[in-house]
């Protein structure tokens, strides 16, 4: 599900890819109310809406369609997009795609306890993933030896 939220203009946007329904909606629209009273609004006016769009047709696709969802939101496009079974796969590429290009590069990073390197420490590779760790979070594997990180054992 979405909700996008305008506290300028007391309104919530409601969208759900298996469909909204009036107890959904209801129970947006409290959930946004009780929110917007804890950081002091008034909310005796406020609303909760929603717009046509086309339902999903499976049972995974929900997070694919309300991340589709958010992208037309903010460029200011119709929601209207096809949900068939191949443009939601296409969609699955476009945002992994998109993840992959805008992530920051994590080379330095441990692939353990995700901190960077540093000047004094050891670092070992596993022979199957080629991910990188410090040798003492992978509790110091002899060097000599080839070696398999714990999600490849």
């Avoid at 950081?39 to 589709?68: E, F, I, M, Y």
């Avoid at 958010?70 to 949900?83: C, D, M, V, W």
């Avoid at 945002?95 to 540093?118: K, N, P």
Wanted: hydrophobic letters at 30%; a negative charge; aromatic letters at 8%.
């Amino acid at each position: 599900m979405l909700v996008v939220m305008y506290p300028h203009e007391k309104k919530t946007l409601f969208l759900d890819p298996l469909g909204e329904g009036k107890g959904k909606t209801k129970v947006c629209l409290q959930s946004t109310r009780a929110f917007m009273r804890m950081k002091g609004c008034k909310v005796s006016r406020w609303t909760c809406s929603t717009l046509p769009h086309n339902r999903q047709q499976d049972s995974t696709s929900c997070g694919v369609l309300a991340l589709k969802f958010a992208e037309k939101i903010l460029l200011g496009e119709s929601i209207e997009f096809e949900t068939s079974q191949k443009a939601v796969h296409e969609l699955r590429l476009d945002i992994a795609t998109s993840l992959l290009r805008e992530s920051d590069d994590l080379s330095r990073l441990c692939f353990y306890c995700g901190m960077e390197e540093q000047d004094e420490e050891h670092w070992i590779c596993c022979d199957i993933c080629q991910q990188w760790y410090h040798h003492q979070c992978v509790q110091r594997p002899p060097v000599d030896q080839p070696y398999l990180c714990p999600g490849c054992t």
